[in-house]
């Protein structure tokens, strides 16, 4: 167990829907990582945000959104929702950038299926 | 060009065996940091080792070890004495920036089956 919670662990939803994946880091980590994993992309950074700010951005589309509350959890809103999209999407956490361990753990991944 | 690159999409290993997982890297940046993960059938990203750029020795962690190259830009996994469980995809990633903008680039992959 990494610490790292996500929820839902299965999602079913139809095309142009919009749905909202929840993310809790581990305790003290400030960072947390969305990650997407589909077949055909394989694993791709979407976004970071540390300590409620946004701090990189990889290759998000414009209909996906998200953001980091003050108790540190994370949502990851995605609308207009695509076949495409359907994929596992990940969170992840880290104590960067005021620890000195690199490591990004890993929850268990929200399945999103689009049909 | 790909940043990440493993070019075993698939190894069968016998168990008890030692097995080595290739992964080539490009990066302009001096700081930068190298991670090797598994993803079990289950689906979870499960963290296995990391190197940095400037660590002196090659990192370890139990059974986990990385032999990590630096001129020839290689971080390959070794795994000793492989047993069934480590069935899996194991992913190369590779971290690069600096002051807390740290997005992970992974490879594709390479789907290991070990054989009782």
């Known amino acids: 167990d990494s610490g790292v919670t996500q929820t839902p662990k299965h999602l079913i939803t139809a095309t142009g829907q919009r749905v909202t994946l929840r993310c809790s880091p581990r305790s003290g980590d400030l960072s947390v990582y969305w990650y997407q994993q589909s077949l055909d992309q394989g694993l791709q950074f979407l976004i970071q945000?540390?300590?409620?700010?946004?701090?990189a951005k990889g290759n998000i589309l414009e209909r996906f959104s998200a953001q980091q509350f003050p108790d540190l959890h994370s949502e990851l809103n995605l609308s207009s929702l695509e076949l495409g999209d359907s994929a596992l999407y990940f969170c992840?956490?880290?104590?960067?950038?005021?620890?000195?361990?690199?490591?990004?753990?890993f929850g268990p991944g929200t399945r999103l299926t689009v049909t | 060009a790909q940043k990440i690159t493993q070019t075993q999409p698939g190894m069968f290993v016998q168990e008890k065996e030692a097995v080595t997982l290739d992964c080539t890297y490009d990066?302009?940046?001096?700081?930068?940091?190298l991670f090797w993960y598994k993803q079990p059938s289950s689906g979870e990203m499960i963290f296995l080792i990391y190197q940095g750029s400037y660590d002196q020795q090659n990192a370890t962690e139990g059974r986990y070890s990385l032999n990590f190259q630096k001129a020839r830009k290689s971080a390959n996994l070794v795994i000793s004495a492989s047993q069934l469980g480590d069935s899996a995809m194991y992913f190369c990633?590779?971290?690069?920036?600096?002051?807390?903008?740290?997005?992970?680039?992974f490879g594709t992959g390479t789907r290991l089956t070990i054989i009782p």
């Open positions: 990633a590779m971290r690069e920036g600096q002051g807390g903008n740290e997005k992970l680039t």
């Open positions: 945000y540390y300590n409620g700010e946004e701090r």
């Open positions: 992840a956490s880290s104590s960067r950038p005021t620890g000195n361990s690199y490591e990004q753990y």
């Open positions: 990066t302009s940046d001096p700081s930068y940091g």
